[in-house]
């Protein structure tokens, strides 16, 4: 793992405190304090091009849709294939939590 080399006790006591955090509004309020308006823009956009990526979109799709470079796309596409597969657990989490909410 790429993150290796920055572990420690000061990581993981911020890694636990992300684990605690307990609701969507507590999210965005750590994320708020933690990051700038761009860092979060570039987060949200990764894992935007991730989602589509893992659906099969194409890299013109994405461009459009995500506005990300064909440099960022290739780059998420690298961690999909040969990353940790973290995104393959939190896109096949987020379904099956999908899939568990009543329909209304």
């Known amino acids: 793992m790429l993150i290796d080399e920055l572990q420690g006790k000061a990581l993981e006591e911020f890694m636990e405190g ?18 700038t308006v761009n860092e979060i823009k570039t987060m949200v ?34 961690s999909l294939n040969h990353g940790n597969h973290s995104y393959d657990i939190l896109f096949e989490r987020i379904k099956q939590k999908q899939a568990e909410k009543p329909s209304e």
């Open 45 to 78: 956009q990764r894992f935007q091009v991730a989602k589509m990526l893992y659906n099969h979109h194409t890299y013109s799709e994405i461009e459009e849709v995500a506005n990300a470079s064909t440099a960022t796309i290739s780059r998420v596409k690298r």
């Open 18 to 35: 992300i684990l605690s955090l307990e609701t969507l509004e507590e999210c965005y309020a750590f994320f708020d304090d933690l990051c």
